[in-house]
């Protein structure tokens, strides 16, 4: 174990095995940005969604509601978004003297569109999460097998073979292997959990979507 470098490794690793680590090696940085800053994106996500939910819930004018958030510089987003999306195109609607069916379909309409455009926003590069973990040992995998053929392949040209002559490339290979894992695993341990915590603020908004379109159904009826 005292002898053990993985660096002095890397470098009198074959040129194929080196590219092999280079790409696991961005692989790697590139899900460690998208993990830290998708877990700010859920968080922020989270945390908006509490605010907004105890706005909207503690009995304000849903007109001066829709007027603050429409005043605010800032990207609206999350239910945000949804109640505007939703609140716009009611009062459109009715200002041109439609039903109330036709009124709350297009209200409707206009909450689903901004809903999966959220979604669109939180699921951003998870499917590259999804890809470098699934994909990363396989990568690290092919690295290692090219090591061991050049290890072995080397030997075709001496007498006599022992391990000594080839533990070196074969720990050379082995590193790539143990690349594409590290690669690999945190990828999929953050690809899970994130889709989780976006399946979760999916059902609250959805839920939110549903109880909003009541609290229009009822609106509507009122005021026919």
């Known amino acids: 174990m005292g002898n053990f470098n993985p660096l002095e490794l890397i470098l009198q690793a074959s040129i194929p095995v080196q590219l092999v680590m280079l790409i696991l090696l961005l692989a790697s940085f590139s899900s460690w940005w998208i993990i830290f800053g998708k877990r700010k994106v859920i968080a922020t996500a989270r945390r908006d ?23 605010e510089r800032n990207r609206v987003a999350g239910l945000e978004s949804i109640f505007e999306a939703g ?54 995998l092919f690295g290692t097998v090219w090591g061991i053929m050049i290890s072995f392949n080397a030997l075709s040209n001496v007498n006599q073979a022992t391990i000594a002559m080839v533990a070196p490339g074969i720990s ?23 889709s989780s915590e976006v399946e979760r603020l999916e059902g609250r908004y959805d839920t939110f979507k549903e109880e909003f379109s009541t609290i229009l159904h009822r609106q509507a009826d009122m005021e026919d």
């Open 49 to 71: 969604a509490d605010d907004f939910e105890e706005r909207f819930w503690s009995g304000v004018d849903l007109a001066a509601l829709f007027r603050e958030i429409s005043a």
């Open 87 to 140: 609140f716009r195109e009611f009062a459109r609607t009715r200002q041109s003297k439609r039903t109330s069916g036709r009124v709350l379909e297009s209200a409707e309409r206009a909450m689903r569109v901004a809903l999966n455009r959220e979604l669109d926003h939180l699921e951003n590069h998870l499917s590259f999460l999804a890809t470098v973990g699934s994909t990363s040992p396989y990568v690290g």
């Open 172 to 194: 050379e290979a082995l590193i790539a292997t143990a690349m594409g894992l590290f690669a690999a695993i945190p990828a999929v341990v953050a690809y899970n959990k994130y």
